[in-house]
């Protein structure tokens, strides 16, 4: 079965653009959860969507946004890019059985750099 | 404010050696916590979990202890073998808040190197 996809590995992007990173979930796995790494924050959450509804989200601004389509892959946008958003943004995916208990796949991360 | 800590950003240790890695949660209501292991220029990979319900959990070399009453978790690593150098990445997870979703809080990481 294959791992959970991001695309683009990289990216380079000026102040002010905007960026579209796209993420391919397990197949049959419906939750795709997205995180921020950065060196000075850690690993945080950016929001999770199941079924195409967004169920959960962190403490980013609104310029961080994401969908999920029908076939489970999903999107996460970032307008208006400042210095600070220069992070691996990575993917997570999972099969809801309930409890929470379930273990999240991650996928190998888009790495964006703000100029 | 941080509610899950690695207070330790890097380790070295011999090969064949234990490892210790320690975490502390400020969160009461985490009651599920895991361990990645994240090398450069790949995702977190899982290695291990506990349920609040337990206070060891053991997989091969690896184990996790969990102390509730101090809001403590640890990972041992025994022995460390040079593969073992990585990031490691503790996370916990209020798993019975179904609101909760699948919202990881993670730790800093702690850098482990296994020395030949």
């Known amino acids: 079965k294959a791992g959970v996809t991001q695309t683009p590995r990289y990216l380079i992007k000026t102040r002010g653009q905007q960026v579209t990173l796209s993420c391919s979930p397990i197949s049959g796995h419906r939750s795709v959860s997205w995180y921020q790494q950065t060196p000075g924050q850690g690993l945080q959450f950016l929001f999770e969507?199941?079924?195409?509804?967004?169920?959960n989200k962190g403490n980013f601004p609104g310029r961080f946004s994401g969908r999920q389509f029908s076939n489970s892959r999903s999107e996460m946008n970032v307008s208006t890019l400042e210095l600070g958003d220069s992070a691996l943004y990575l993917c997570a995916s999972r099969t809801p059985r309930g409890g929470g208990q379930e273990t999240q796949y991650f996928g190998p991360g888009t790495r964006l750099l703000v100029l | 404010d941080q509610q899950v800590k690695q207070n330790s950003p890097s380790l070295s240790v011999q090969e064949g050696r234990i490892s210790i890695l320690n975490c502390d949660y400020t969160n009461s209501m985490f009651d599920y916590f895991l361990w990645y292991k994240k090398y450069p220029a790949e995702g977190p990979t899982f290695l291990i979990s506990i349920s609040s319900i337990k206070d060891k959990n053991e997989d091969g070399r690896f184990t996790v202890f969990l102390n509730k009453s101090a809001k403590h978790l640890s990972l041992h690593i025994v022995p460390s073998q040079p593969g073992d150098s990585a990031v490691y990445f503790c996370?916990?997870?209020?798993?019975?808040?179904?609101?909760?979703?699948?919202?990881?809080?993670f730790g800093g990481g702690t850098r482990v190197l296994v020395k030949p």
């Open positions: 969507y199941f079924s195409e509804t967004q169920r």
């Open positions: 996370a916990a997870t209020p798993s019975l808040i179904k609101a909760a979703g699948n919202k990881l809080t």
